[in-house]
């Protein structure tokens, strides 16, 4: 008991911390399998090393963000905030696109060093929803009462869409809906603040349009909403509907062709279809027990691109097969179960909310990444949290780790 309680001290939920040790040097490992192809490729064969190191960074980040108390963190959140976003318009100003995202503005170059800030502006903005929301007396009630979180979240959010980078914008979108709800607002104000942006999708079918549109109207009517907020709520719905097209028209041409892919990858098959076409191919030719480790086919004969980074789900399928595959997701269920935990058991509102903020960004990475990989949502470029390639994406979630940590080392003592 007594090493039991030690590890509890120092780490304060260690099947957390194993468990996303164990993913990420499971990463380091697929990403050397990555690597192993028949056509060399200088940069994906040393990959899993760069990776390894920045394991190693991430790892000392951990400790020294877990010594901090959770009252530092709450004071500081304004800083990081303001950090952050400028760290966001020094990127839009002088910052350079890579690999698939080559046309975008997403990374600064340190030295010999490439960061992406939008995954630590990321933090920084969970920290100051935890510190604006935590100030609230009762849970809002209103749309209005929510201004001040929506208007953190909207700064970032907004640098990072004229990147553009969507993938991240939604990780965003998700880690405020996670805080939100943690934070007590009713899932009616909640299915009313996300309305436009379903408005938004379904606009493309009149149809569907129409008929949400009509729930739309029955719904806010039984809510029993205010006036202004009842008009509010369906005009902007509308409105939504209304400036598709020309949002449509005013994405970039990669990003079109996502969403256009999408619904059929073989409108394109030797163009924009190509990577989820092959992706689908490598996980459905990986069975039940996969091609084996450094085997899969598709990735060694070099037909699965960014199979490193974004799309290195399709060779966990491949090569480990649908039940690897099921084990990493059951992984992933696990970390994020760990997380919710820790949540529901403080009882500091700052710290509740923080925690499970990390939680929605890191489900909405699996989610959408998982999903683009296996054809059930659009490619956004969106990185698998612990096992994609990428060093400034690992650091980030390290530190928010150690932030987790700090405060279920904390929950004995609030």
Do not use: C
Request: glycine share 10%; proline share 5%; charged share 10%.
């Amino acid at each position: 008991m007594s090493l039991i309680r030690r590890l509890r001290s120092t780490f304060g939920d260690p099947p957390l911390v194993l468990l996303v040790v164990g993913m990420s040097l499971f990463g380091v490992a697929m990403i050397y399998s990555a690597g192993q192809v028949d056509t060399p490729n200088a940069v994906v064969e040393r990959a899993w090393r760069m990776q390894l190191a920045w394991l190693g960074i991430s790892l000392v980040a951990l400790f020294i963000v877990m010594r901090l108390q959770v009252r530092w963190l709450e004071w500081i959140a304004p800083i990081a905030y303001v950090l952050g976003v400028g760290a966001l318009v020094v990127t839009l100003a002088i910052g350079t696109g890579a690999g698939t995202a080559a046309s975008t503005k997403s990374w600064l170059n340190v030295g010999p060093i490439r960061v992406q800030p939008s995954q630590f502006a990321n933090l920084a903005t969970i920290l100051m929803l935890g510190r604006v929301m935590s100030r609230w007396s009762e849970a809002p009630r209103s749309l209005l009462a929510l201004w001040k979180p929506l208007l953190v979240v909207a700064v970032p959010m907004l640098l990072v869409m004229a990147q553009p980078d969507l993938g991240t914008a939604m990780v965003f979108g998700g880690m405020m809906l996670a805080t939100l709800f943690w934070g007590g607002v009713p899932i009616g104000i909640l299915f009313f603040l996300v309305s436009p942006l379903v408005a938004l999708f379904l606009s493309f079918q009149v149809k569907l349009f129409a008929i949400y549109m009509l729930v739309l109207i029955g719904f806010v009517y039984l809510y029993r909403l205010r006036l202004w907020e009842s008009v509010l709520i369906v005009f902007s719905s509308l409105a939504a509907g209304t400036v598709a097209l020309p949002l449509w028209n005013s994405l970039e041409p990669y990003q079109r062709a996502r969403f256009v892919v999408f619904r059929d990858p073989y409108v394109d098959p030797s163009g924009r279809g190509y990577q989820l076409i092959q992706s689908r191919i490598a996980i459905g030719s990986g069975g039940l027990f996969g091609k084996g480790f450094t085997a899969g086919p598709q990735k060694r004969l070099a037909f699965l691109p960014e199979q490193h980074t974004d799309f290195i789900f399709a060779v966990i399928g491949e090569e480990l097969g649908f039940i690897g595959a099921m084990l990493v997701v059951v992984v992933f269920a696990a970390i994020l179960w760990r997380l919710a935990r820790v949540a529901e058991r403080t009882t500091d509102p700052f710290a509740g909310i923080v925690v499970f903020g990390i939680f929605g960004a890191w489900f909405t990475h699996i989610l959408v990444n998982i999903g683009m990989t296996a054809g059930v949502m659009p490619i956004t470029g969106i990185p698998l949290p612990f096992i994609s390639y990428g060093g400034s994406f690992l650091l980030a979630t390290f530190l928010a780790l150690g932030m987790a940590q700090r405060v279920a080392s904390e929950q004995g003592r609030i």
